[in-house]
Structure formats: C-alpha cells, structure tokens
Nanobody
Framework: QVQLVESGGGLVQAGGSLRVSCVVS????????MGWFRQAPGKEREFVAA????????YYTDSVKGRFTISRDNAKNTVYLQMNSLKPEDTAVYYC?????????????????????WGQGTQVTVSS
C-alpha cells in the first residue's frame, strides 16, 4: 500500500518562503515520477511541478517558474517543493502525487490523471 504524507505548510507573508515535503511509504519511490498540485478555494486542482525519478526532468507551471523548485531525495523517499517569493495567489492546499514505477528516467507527468497516488494535502496561506 502506497502512502504519501505531506508536511511543511503554514502561514507566511508575501515575499516569504516555505518548503513543503512529502514522504512516501510503500511502492518503488526511487523509480516513480512525482508531482505537486494545488487547489485554491473555489478553484479546480492545478499542476504546479513535476520531477522524474532520476531528477533529470523537472517541469513547472508558468506562474511558479523562477520561484519554486521541486527536488527529491530517493534515499529518504521524500520529494520537496521549495517555494520562494510567495504571493497571495499561491494560497492553496498543496498535494503531493506519485506515479507508478517506470523505466523511463525522464518521465515527469504534468496532468492530474497520470498520477496514481495522492497525499492528503497541506495548507499554504500567503498573507498580503
């Protein structure tokens, strides 16, 4: 059974930074692409960032490019999202998502439907 547990959310002022983490148990994390999605109040869940299991491919939605960085530590079964220069519009519940194991070291899906496993989410609130 694969479980994803996010942590690190909280309240931060605009311009500040936060790092959210996602620890994965079960499955084959070291061969699984991972992603971060977010859902703001009244809006649909949207893609934020994705990383291949090798770390060699990383993708970001346009609104976070240059501010957010996705990374992973396969030895710790953990994926991170470092968020800098936060804006009030970044306020949302952030979800970690895991894909099934793949031999493609460059795969990093950007669509919600590609992911098999999801965490419960962590709230990030950016005050103006």
């Amino acid at each position: 059974q694969v479980q994803l547990v996010e942590s690190g959310g909280g309240l931060v002022q605009a311009g500040g930074s936060l790092r959210v983490s996602c620890v994965v148990s079960g499955g084959t994390f070291s061969r699984s692409p991972m992603g971060w999605f977010r859902q703001a109040p009244g809006k649909e869940r949207e893609f934020v960032a994705a990383i291949s299991w090798s770390g060699g491919s990383r993708y970001y939605t346009d609104s976070v490019k240059g501010r957010f960085t996705i990374s992973r530590d396969n030895a710790k079964n953990t994926v991170y999202l470092q968020m800098n220069s936060l804006k009030p519009e970044d306020t949302a519940v952030y979800y970690c998502a895991g894909d099934r194991m793949t031999f493609n070291s460059r795969a990093a899906p950007t669509t919600e439907g590609a992911y098999e496993y999801w965490g419960q989410g962590t709230q990030v609130t950016v005050s103006s």
